[in-house]
C-alpha cells in the first residue's frame, strides 16, 4: 500500500487498501481505521483541510488501532 504525504499540521500521510484507512501522525503514530468507504477517503484526500476533515469525520467514526 502506497502512503501519500498530505500537508497537514496534524496529519503526515494517508494510505487506503481494502476498507482500511492508514493515517501516520506528525507526531509519529500510525493508526489503521477500519471500514471506511472509499469516498471517505477520497474526501479527505479532496479536502482543504486534511485534519478538519479528520478530526469531523472519521475520528470517533470508525474502529482504530494504533499499528506502528
Known amino acids: 500500500m502506497q502512503m501519500q504525504h498530505v500537508s497537514s499540521s496534524d496529519l503526515n500521510a494517508v ?10 501522525f ?3 503514530g500510525l493508526y ?6 472509499e469516498s471517505v477517503y477520497h474526501a ?5 483541510s486534511h485534519g478538519r476533515y479528520f478530526h469531523a ?3 470517533g467514526c ?4 494504533r499499528i506502528g
Open 15 to 24: 494510505g487506503y487498501e481494502n476498507g482500511a484507512l492508514y493515517i501516520r
Open 44 to 48: 479527505l484526500m479532496a479536502a482543504s
Open 62 to 65: 470508525y474502529p482504530y488501532a
Open 32 to 37: 489503521q481505521y477500519s471500514g471506511v468507504p
Open 26 to 28: 506528525n507526531s509519529g
Open 57 to 59: 469525520n472519521i475520528k
